[in-house]
T-cell receptor, first 113, second 109 residues
């Protein structure tokens, strides 16, 4: 059973489209995150949710909107996709208030053409 | 906020040699320092971690050292094998995890 699962694994779409990436964790963690990994492999935190409440919102365009229907799910919706949004997006989770036990999903490779 | 710097960005070693990756951090309140290994097409996987009250930790061929005074920590891999080839990330954490830029390690057979 996958601990942190993301769907889809690959996503190819045209500029201007709206798309969503889903994330689910079955670890019982209270905190979930979205990271963006660019072509140079740099991992940058985008959002952090703690038990459905937004904790961290780094400097991310407001075209990106996270939604957490419950503490086991954190979805990422992206409006008006741009070429620069092409990257690998990772979901992660951790126990509440802890960085210990930080677990990543396998990533979603988004390509905007 | 926390800033983590990682060196080198690429590292190539011969099988059987040792590899060392170094990181520095800026926030003296950081208290947890994990290392992640990312293989091609996969998410980062935790390989070893160290907490601020410990100076060194070892797990088989990998070890991590922490110097809190100097605010730097290092990953040491001994007797490297081709399957150690991957991108390695250090991170530092107070409330959330901040990652270094990664080191691409290549182990040549």
């Amino acid at each position: 059973d996958t601990a942190v699962s993301q769907t889809p694994k690959y996503l190819v779409t045209q500029m201007g489209n709206d798309k969503s990436i889903k994330c689910e964790q079955n670890l019982g963690h209270d905190t979930m995150y979205w990271y963006k990994q660019d072509s140079k492999k740099f991992l940058k935190i985008m959002f952090s949710y703690n038990n459905k409440e937004l904790i961290i919102n780094e400097t991310v365009p407001n075209r990106f909107s996270p939604k957490s229907p419950d503490k086991a799910h954190l979805n990422l919706h992206i409006n008006s996709l741009e070429l620069g949004d092409s990257a690998v997006y990772f979901c992660a989770s951790s126990p509440i208030g802890q960085s210990y036990g930080y677990t990543f999903g396998s990533g979603t490779r988004l390509t905007v053409v | 906020g926390e800033n983590v710097e990682q060196h080198p960005s690429t590292l190539s070693v011969q099988e059987g040699d040792s590899a060392v990756i170094k990181c520095t951090y800026s926030d003296s309140a950081s208290n947890y320092f994990p290392w992640y290994k990312q293989e091609l097409g996969k998410g980062p996987q935790l390989i070893i971690d160290i907490r601020s009250n410990v100076g060194e930790k070892k797990d088989q061929r990998i070890a991590v050292t922490l110097n809190k005074t100097a605010k730097h920590f290092s990953l040491h891999i001994t007797e490297t094998q081709p399957e150690d080839s991957a991108v390695y990330f250090c991170a530092a954490s107070v409330n959330d995890m901040r990652f270094g830029a990664g080191t691409r390690l290549t182990v040549k057979p």
